[in-house]
């Protein structure tokens, strides 16, 4: 899908996490540096099963459904609860840490690792830095907030705000969100461009609101949700091209 170059937008909104952070690889170093400081044996099965822990106690949870009311109602606490469940599932298999640390206790200090500096896509910073010279940028992110402006640290300077969902009071892709965006930003939906790889969040939520959306979609997946998106990227720099 093309650009049309006829339509200049006042402000670009960016999703942020597998758009402009690697989520996988912040995770992973979260773990890392909690099994650290637990003195907890390191391996690459530890390490690989730890993974599956996080993905299947989110899809159990129903979190990927963000349509769901109960999902957009309660996000923020059963993102919480998740997290506990996750290392429920690695102890159970592990055997708890010598000093008999709950999961509940490990989750909060796992999340306390997941506020550092988060790792940036190829591209992400140089695409902000140069869109930032001609467009207003703000990044909206699902998330709780001192993890997500933790991690969004390095971009700060090229955005006019970051909009996280625990802030907002509501989720990508309800409405309310993407409406405190363009109060707060005094613009129009039809005058705004959401970025994002999410099409049940970032494409239906942009749309329900009257706002063009872009599809990140470095792997050329195809879309099988009833979610059009105006444009579809395979890189970030192609925005720089594109814009």
Not at 34 to 57: G, I, K, M, N, V
Not at 91 to 119: H, I
Not at 209 to 216: I, K, N, P
Request: glycine share 6%; net charge negative.
């Amino acid at each position: 899908m093309g650009f049309s170059m006829q339509k200049h937008y006042k402000l670009l909104i960016f999703d942020a996490d597998h758009t402009l952070l690697d989520y996988l690889a912040d995770e992973r170093a979260a773990f890392v540096a909690l099994y650290d400081e637990l003195s907890y044996p390191q391996t690459d099965e530890l390490l690989a099963f730890s993974r599956y822990a996080s993905e299947s106690t989110w899809t159990e949870a129903g979190m990927y459904d963000v349509h769901d009311k109960n999902v957009q109602q309660n996000y923020h606490r059963v993102y919480r609860e998740h997290v506990t469940g996750i290392f429920e599932k690695i102890f159970a298999k592990f055997g708890a840490p010598e000093t008999k640390l709950s999961a509940q206790t490990a989750g909060e200090k796992f999340l306390q690792y997941l506020e550092r500096k988060g790792a940036l896509f190829s591209g992400a910073r140089e695409t902000l830095v140069a869109l930032s010279k001609r467009y207003k940028i703000c990044i909206a992110t699902n998330g709780i907030s001192p993890i997500q402006r933790g991690r969004l640290s390095e971009l700060k300077p090229f955005v006019a705000e970051l909009y996280i969902s625990e802030e907002v009071g509501a989720i990508k892709p309800l409405p309310a969100y993407f409406q405190k965006i363009c109060r707060e930003q005094g613009v129009l939906p039809s005058e705004c461009l959401m970025i994002g790889d999410s099409l049940s969040s970032d494409v239906a939520g942009a749309k329900a609101v009257g706002m063009d959306s872009c599809w990140y979609n470095p792997r050329s997946e195809k879309n099988s949700t009833p979610f059009t998106p105006n444009f579809e990227i395979k890189t970030l720099q192609e925005l720089q091209t594109l814009l």
